[in-house]
């Protein structure tokens, strides 16, 4: 019974927001068709109005990636030509632009069909309500006017049915609701993302810039080590021998004195031993070395102030670089969880596949809608990936949960 | 002697301070960055400044270019300059004003104390003092056809002492010989490298630098 409660518990919230997805889109997809005369207006007759057209309509079709994008939980990417340079230039531009053809017919489809589904995600709650209704009202109507939902009400047979009619509605929207938004949810974004040659040309640029990130990534991480080890460790050493020679001319005139600095000079050591370990531990934790990375993940997740459990299966022994890299990336994803999500509680999953890549998943109950544009974190834990040519893939609908997907060849 | 020291670590001034006044030596002001170095200067006068190349607030060269303003506003003013590490071309940057006064050593150089007190002497003299290090690194890089090559090692033993900013009769204490023997070994080296014969100050210094870069 409880799990009967949970599985519907689960179905509204899913039917929940597939119609909200779907009522939300009526007016865009409404507003759609009225766009529809438009563009054949500037087809027909107003061609110089073209260029500026088009920047509308991209700009239209941006909205309905945003929507798409928070619903499916993974960015919808947009790709257009620049419309550059003098009126003839730019209708060329506009002319042979694919992903403007691509969206003009995401216009007229998703305007038809996006009105019909919104009224239908609205409109089968409410039938389903209404014919729970109806045993209590229908007596209300004329004989000769009935109640007809789906089928004319005329005796208390006819009315006693209808709990079961709103069972059917029930069921039809709690099954129904959530493919239908994923449906269109889908191809909306099948249209909405650039062609396949676009997008293979966007993500080469990507590439480009990531492996650039990387490389600046690196170079500052390679900075801050020659500070630590210079302004720190170094100085603290420098502090050692500079009170040692005190000591020694001290000795010399004055032994007594000595004492004082040879105890200053051991603490300066100390404190080198200390900043050194710390140093180290920020370039390649030693528990990584002693423990492998299964066990320095479980390290971090006990330490993580989310309640937070962790499977690893099938890890073998991945190189230095790579299991620190993990490392890393497992730390600032569970700081961002207990930074941000405020998830209940969270998991970190290893596996490899095909004993060549380490595959890192790190799931959350928390908000959702992690952006990446606005922490550094995910950004950082990004460039750490690609860095090792890994691919990287955030999911993160508003009300979550949150799953951070990363994929790291091992190189062997 | 009255000396201004600009040191970011605390612990690291506070120990060049206690070294300095032991060896009585009068520190008129100890700071943490440049600004308040050249606001001591005028103020306090002294006869020697002692600072760090990296200060705040980026601890890259702002020391460097403390220095170089000093020398601007207060020409002549014998600055021994410290580093983490030396690299020649802040070496270059101090000596480019061609005044005497300058010193350029490794921090853990005050270790032994003598020596940096020796180094601290030279500079208020008006000497060069460069670290053993920085004149290492002249003297690696060298070509195929490098006139360096037909030094024998001791001629390269005295012309890296000349490099640091050593006198005849210091280098003659040094490498255990008599100062005409040093004279012989300088003579030769100033031959086989075509460089003017110079008197034993600075501007030697900035000759046997001037070949060594070249």
């Given amino acids: 019974m409880t799990r009967f409660r949970a599985w519907l518990a689960t179905a509204f919230a899913e039917m929940w927001r597939g119609a909200r997805f779907l009522v939300t889109g009526v007016p865009l997809a409404l507003a759609s068709l009225w766009l529809i005369p438009v563009v054949v207006a500037v087809t027909l007759v107003g061609w110089p109005a073209a260029p500026s057209a088009a920047r509308g309509l991209r700009r239209w079709t941006a909205i309905a990636r945003r929507r798409v994008g928070a619903f499916t939980g993974s960015p919808v990417h947009q790709a257009y030509p620049p419309l550059e340079g003098g009126l003839g230039d730019q209708l060329k531009t506009v002319l042979t632009d694919r992903s403007l053809r691509r969206d003009l017919t995401w216009l007229v489809t998703n305007g038809l069909s996006g009105t019909v589904l919104g009224f239908l995600s609205a409109g089968l709650p409410l039938a389903a309500v209404n014919a729970l209704a109806i045993p209590f009202y229908w007596q209300a109507f004329p004989a000769d006017q009935p109640v007809a939902s789906p089928y004319p009400v005329t005796s208390w047979g006819g009315a006693l049915a209808m709990p079961l009619v709103a069972l059917g509605y029930a069921a039809l929207a709690l099954f129904g609701i ?204 990004r460039r750490r990936i690609v860095a090792f040519g890994g691919v990287t893939e955030l999911t993160s609908p508003e009300g979550g949960p949150t799953v951070l997907r990363a994929e790291l060849p091992c190189g062997l | 002697m009255r000396v201004v020291i600009a040191e970011d670590d605390a612990l690291l001034r506070e120990g060049l301070v206690l070294l300095l006044r032991s060896e009585g030596i009068d520190v008129v002001a100890a700071v943490d960055n440049a600004d308040a170095f050249l606001a001591a200067l005028p103020e306090h006068r002294p006869d020697a400044a002692v600072l760090d190349v990296r200060l705040p607030p980026s601890f890259t060269d702002e020391g460097l270019r403390a220095a170089v303003e000093a020398r601007r506003q207060f020409p002549g003013l014998p600055i021994l300059v410290l580093s983490a590490y030396v690299e020649d071309s802040y070496a270059a940057d101090l000596l480019a004003d061609g005044a005497g006064g300058i010193g350029y050593l490794l ?73 005409t023997a040093v004279s012989k070994h300088i003579g030769n080296i100033f031959a086989k490298l075509g460089l003017p014969p110079t008197d034993t100050g600075h501007r030697r210094v900035l000759a046997v630098l001037a070949h060594l870069k070249a």
């Fill in chain 1, 178 to 381: 959530p493919r239908l938004a994923r449906w269109n949810a889908g191809w909306s974004r099948r249209l909405l993302s650039p062609a396949p040659g676009i997008r293979l040309t966007e993500q080469v640029a990507e590439l480009t810039a990531s492996r650039a990130a990387a490389l600046e990534a690196h170079g500052a991480e390679l900075r801050r080590i020659e500070r630590d080890l210079h302004d720190g460790t170094q100085n603290r050493l420098v502090g050692v021998v500079m009170h040692l020679g005190i000591a020694e001319r001290a000795l010399r005139r004055d032994p007594a004195g000595a004492l004082p600095m040879l105890l200053r000079a051991q603490d300066a050591a100390a404190d080198a031993l200390t900043e050194l370990r710390q140093v180290v531990r920020t370039i390649y934790p030693p528990v990584l070395a002693e423990r492998g990375l299964d066990g320095a993940a479980a390290a971090l997740v006990a330490a993580c102030p989310v309640p937070c459990t962790i499977t690893a299966s099938g890890l073998g022994r991945a190189p230095a670089a790579v299991e620190s890299a993990a490392y890393f990336v497992i730390a600032e994803a569970l700081t961002n969880i207990a930074k941000h999500s405020g998830a209940r509680e969270a998991e970190v999953r290893l596996s490899t596949r095909g004993g060549e890549t380490l595959v890192i998943e790190v799931h959350d109950d928390g908000l959702g809608g992690a952006d990446e544009s606005a922490g550094s974190g995910l950004l950082g834990i």
């Fill in chain 2, 107 to 179: 921090k853990e150089r005050v270790g032994k104390v003598e020596k940096f007190l020796d180094a601290l002497n030279r500079v208020v003299g008006g000497g060069t003092v460069l670290d053993p290090e920085v004149v290492s690194q002249l003297m690696v890089r060298r070509r195929a056809d490098d006139p360096l090559r037909t030094l024998t090692p001791r001629e390269r033993e005295v012309l890296a002492l000349m490099a640091e900013g050593y006198t005849n009769g210091a280098i003659a204490g040094l490498l255990v010989v008599s100062e």
